[in-house]
């Protein structure tokens, strides 16, 4: 697959440095496949769309404040960003600037951070020393993992406020998993009333979600990994709703990534595992029937999902190039339209 193929165009003022107030204040395009038709709406006229025959599947993935600021040993400042534990007080983390093993880190509380080893993509393991435990100096000293294109100015309270979902519950994500920033407790209670049956899935969201494509990505076919769990109760919840023929909706891509990574012979497989899945056209989903999700960056993996479930095997059309198909039009006419990009961005629903 040439990546090349999933490029376009984007001025920098269409980049989202806030999130919408209130977050289903959001636009929402939809883009319905079998009549190939665009419409503009609303976040929260969801509610007028959904019911009982629809299942919202979230990643309940909470983001954790994982870069670490500090100074080395000459005095020079440095930074850590801690991606997952691989150890007791040991993080599979990236250091800003390059880091050498054997180096140390100072940071506020007495606390440090010695590089153990340099890991293959720049990645390093560091050993944290701390009088208190890493979930306790995180929350005093961490700041949230920001993507490199917004540059707020929230302060840390309102940023780990701003961005999380509501609803978010197991730590461990380096970024959120933004499609569910749409959401409020209101409307999600109000889905609920309507009888949408909304299930809970977990997948950790790794920095390798901002990174370019490395080659060997396009020639392996698989991505960074990724750990996942689906609970035994929303499996079983999850395979009655499909063999009951509702419409399983993931929301975002962590979702839609989840739920084809746990399928097997048509069916959720419930526990926990890691992720290398690689969507891009063809592709056959095996259990997400439709995705609400953000725009995203040219020549990412994450567009490249999206433009699997708006062609064939899905569509009525095979992909042929991103300006071509139907996903690169709606992109064009949001641009037009002055819709946010990226992460705190406005939402796209695919039926």
Same mark, same amino acid.
């Given at each position: 697959?040439d990546?090349?193929?999933f490029d376009?165009?984007?001025?920098q003022d269409?980049?989202?440095?806030f ?6 204040s959001?636009k929402?395009?939809v883009i ?9 709406e ?5 509610l ?6 629809d ?8 983001? *954790?404040?994982?870069r /670490? +600021?500090? $100074?080395?040993?000459?005095g ?9 534990p #691989? !150890? ?6 990236i250091?800003?600037p ?6 140390t ?11 153990l080893s340099k ?25 949230t993992?920001l993507?490199?294109y917004?540059?707020s100015?929230?302060?840390e309270q309102?940023l780990r ?5 509501v ?15 749409? *959401?409020?407790?209101e /409307? +999600?209670? $109000?889905?609920?009333?309507k009888g ?8 950790? #969201? !790794?920095l ?6 490395r ?6 076919k698989k ?7 689906v ?5 079983q919840?999850?395979n009655?709703?499909?063999k009951?023929?509702?419409r ?13 990574s746990?399928?097997l ?13 690689f ?6 989903f ?5 995705l609400i999700?953000?725009f995203?960056?040219p ?6 999902l ?9 569509a ?5 190039t991103f300006?071509?198909?139907?996903v ?8 037009t ?7 705190f ?7």
């Amino acid at each position: 697959m040439d990546v090349s193929l999933f490029d376009y165009n984007l001025s920098q003022d269409k980049i989202a440095q806030f999130p919408a107030e209130p977050r289903d204040s959001s636009k929402l395009l939809v883009i319905n496949r079998k009549q190939e038709t665009l419409t503009h709406e609303i976040f929260h006229d969801l509610l007028s769309q959904l019911g009982s025959n629809d299942v919202l599947v979230l990643n309940e993935s909470k983001v *954790f404040p994982a870069r /670490l +600021l500090g $100074k080395k040993e000459s005095g020079s400042l440095a930074e850590i960003l801690l991606l997952h534990p #691989v !150890g007791q007080e040991k993080w599979l983390a990236i250091g800003r600037p390059n880091l050498k093993s054997g180096q140390t880190v100072y940071f506020e509380n007495n606390a440090t951070a010695r590089v153990l080893s340099k890991k293959y993509g720049g990645e390093i393991e560091v050993q944290l020393t701390t009088s208190t435990s890493d979930a306790e100096l995180l929350d005093q000293i961490g700041h949230t993992p920001l993507p490199p294109y917004i540059h707020s100015n929230l302060s840390e309270q309102q940023l780990r406020e701003k961005y999380q979902t509501v609803y978010a519950q197991q730590q461990g994500s380096a970024a959120a998993p933004t499609a569910g920033l749409h *959401f409020t407790e209101e /409307l +999600l209670t $109000k889905l609920t009333e309507k009888g949408v049956q909304i299930e809970k899935v977990t997948l950790h #969201v !790794g920095l390798g979600t901002f990174q370019n494509l490395r080659p060997e990505n396009i020639t392996e076919k698989k991505l960074h990994s990724e750990w996942y769990e689906v609970s035994v109760e929303a499996a079983q919840r999850l395979n009655g709703a499909k063999k009951a023929g509702k419409r399983i909706i993931a929301v975002g891509t962590t979702s839609a990534r989840t739920l084809e990574s746990a399928t097997l012979n048509g069916e959720i497989v419930a526990g926990a595992n890691t992720t290398q899945l690689f969507i891009f056209p063809p592709y056959k989903f095996k259990f997400v029937d439709s995705l609400i999700t953000n725009f995203h960056l040219p020549k990412s993996s994450l567009l490249m999902l999206v433009s699997s479930l708006v062609s064939e095997p899905q569509a009525q059309k095979a992909f042929t190039t991103f300006a071509d198909s139907l996903v690169g039009k709606a992109y064009a006419e949001a641009i037009t339209k002055n819709y946010r990009f990226f992460s705190f961005g406005d939402a796209m629903w695919i039926q």
